[in-house]
T-cell receptor
């Protein structure tokens, strides 16, 4: 069964609203989670590295005030897309580090902003 | 220059064909290398790790060439079910298990 649960799997929201995406590790504690974004026919682009109990580390070009990451517990990291716009429509996916060497992807969230 | 580059394809091949994908990476200090398979915007699934000595898993063979900074994936006896996008991924030095992905190569296997 799945070891990482990402929710929701898809969401449609109006422009200007905020959307929260959750990534949960099941049955294990995860100190590190990664958030990726993938536009159609493009690569998975690393957005940020989320560490439990500390601020996320954002990749160059990713607006930290727009993409809020919270990793308040060892099993949950959330990504909030604030004031979403159509250009934020994308596939967002988390990747959870397990035991320092193994990692599992969430199922991904397809965000459509209208 | 992108850190990881792949030919986007698509590669259209008949069943039974052998197809090879290449991927180049720009950072010579990269540590770990992988091939993933991704179906229809679902999560990527690890296909295999890639080592300098080469490794094989059934019909799939992966190879790393550090001197030329490229990795390859060979699929023999292609099946319809192999149709997917194949992503190469690299962990940079000190990347703490970060993965940098290529854009992926689409493979379409037809009857």
């Amino acid at each position: 069964g799945a070891v990482v649960s990402q929710h929701p799997s898809w969401v449609i929201c109006k422009s200007g609203t905020s959307v929260k995406i959750e990534c949960r590790s099941l049955d294990f504690q995860a100190t590190t989670m990664f958030w990726y974004r993938q536009f159609p026919k493009q690569s998975l682009m690393l957005m940020a590295t989320s560490n439990e109990g500390s601020k996320a580390t954002y990749e160059q070009g990713v607006e930290k005030d727009k993409f809020l990451i919270n990793h308040a517990s060892l099993t949950l990291s959330t990504l909030t897309v604030t004031s979403a716009h159509p250009e934020d429509s994308s596939f967002y996916i988390c990747r959870v580090l397990y035991g320092g060497t193994e990692a599992f992807f969430g199922q991904g969230t397809r965000l459509t902003v209208v | 220059r992108k850190e990881v580059e792949q030919d986007p394809g698509p590669f259209n091949v008949p069943e039974g064909a052998t197809v090879a994908f290449n991927c180049t990476y720009s950072n010579s200090a990269s540590q770990s290398f992988f091939w993933y398979r991704q179906d229809c915007r679902k999560e990527p699934k690890l296909l295999m790790s890639v080592y300098s000595s080469g490794n094989e898993d059934g019909r799939f063979t992966a190879q790393l060439n550090r001197a030329s900074q490229y990795i390859s994936l060979l699929i023999r006896d292609s099946k319809l079910s192999d149709s997917a996008t194949y992503l190469c991924a690299v962990t940079p030095l000190g990347g703490y298990n970060k993965l940098i992905f290529g854009a992926g190569t689409r493979l379409a296997v037809h009857p």
